[in-house]
């Protein structure tokens, strides 16, 4: 049981440049999410799902876009490549609206120059 | 503690000591709290999670205990070891549906040997 697994692990990015973060789950979960820790900081909701074709905003969303296509997969994409966009980005999963103890994936490093 | 800011709060234990790490959330209306371990390079890994309707709750070695007047948590490690070394971070759910998380800053923990 992989859990959640994210790709890349890391990732330098040209300023302006673009890119697809991959988050795939093999547990069945309906929620996921995406968040950005930056250096020192706690986590930051960017973009979460509760279910496939449906994707709403966290609360750092400029910059980036998602789709849930399936249960499975939740890509994060980012269309600009800005060095604000710079940090660690966590995708995690959790099975219940009521119980978001959620699973997280090990993160991509993306650093943007 | 917990603290808003660009440094990582810390605290330094003896090997064997136990541990108390605090959080002060910040509305009124969360009704789920959870507590995250992070090693370095890693995903944040879920630890005990308690619902507001409780104001302790006990798992392996760890304690959390929730104070709802002055919206504060705290983690308590019994008997800390090397391997608890890591940022510990504290995440509330807003009451009312949703799933959405709030993450504290994080505090680094340190075992002295």
């Known amino acids: 049981n992989a859990g959640v697994t994210q790709t890349p692990k890391f990732r330098i990015l040209k300023i302006g440049q673009s890119m697809t973060l991959q988050c795939t789950q093999d547990m069945n979960h309906n929620y996921m999410y995406w968040y950005r820790q930056d250096p020192g900081m706690g986590l930051k909701l960017i973009y979460y799902s509760v279910g496939a074709g449906i994707t709403d905003k966290g609360e750092v969303p400029n910059g980036y876009n998602v789709s849930r296509s399936t249960t499975e997969d939740f890509p994060l994409r980012l269309e600009l490549a800005a060095p604000s966009q710079t940090s660690v980005y966590f995708c995690?999963?959790?099975?219940?609206?009521?119980?978001?103890?959620?699973?997280f994936g090990q993160g991509t490093r993306l650093t943007v120059v | 503690g917990e603290s808003v800011g660009l440094h990582l709060p810390t605290l330094s234990v003896q090997e064997g000591d136990n541990s108390i790490i605090n959080c002060a959330y910040s509305?009124?209306?969360?009704?789920?709290f959870i507590w995250y371990k992070q090693e370095s390079g890693k995903g944040p890994q879920f630890i005990i999670d308690i619902r507001s309707n409780m104001d302790k709750r006990q798992g392996q070695r760890v304690t959390v205990l929730l104070n709802k007047t002055v919206k504060h948590l705290s983690l308590q490690i019994a008997a800390t070891q090397p391997g608890d070394s890591a940022v510990y971070f504290c995440?509330?759910?807003?009451?009312?549906?949703?799933?959405?998380?709030?993450f504290g800053t994080g505090t680094q923990l340190k075992v002295e040997l």
């Open positions: 995440a509330e759910k807003l009451g009312g549906g949703g799933n959405k998380l709030t």
């Open positions: 509305n009124s209306a969360s009704d789920y």
């Open positions: 995690a999963s959790s099975l219940r609206d009521r119980d978001p103890g959620a699973f």
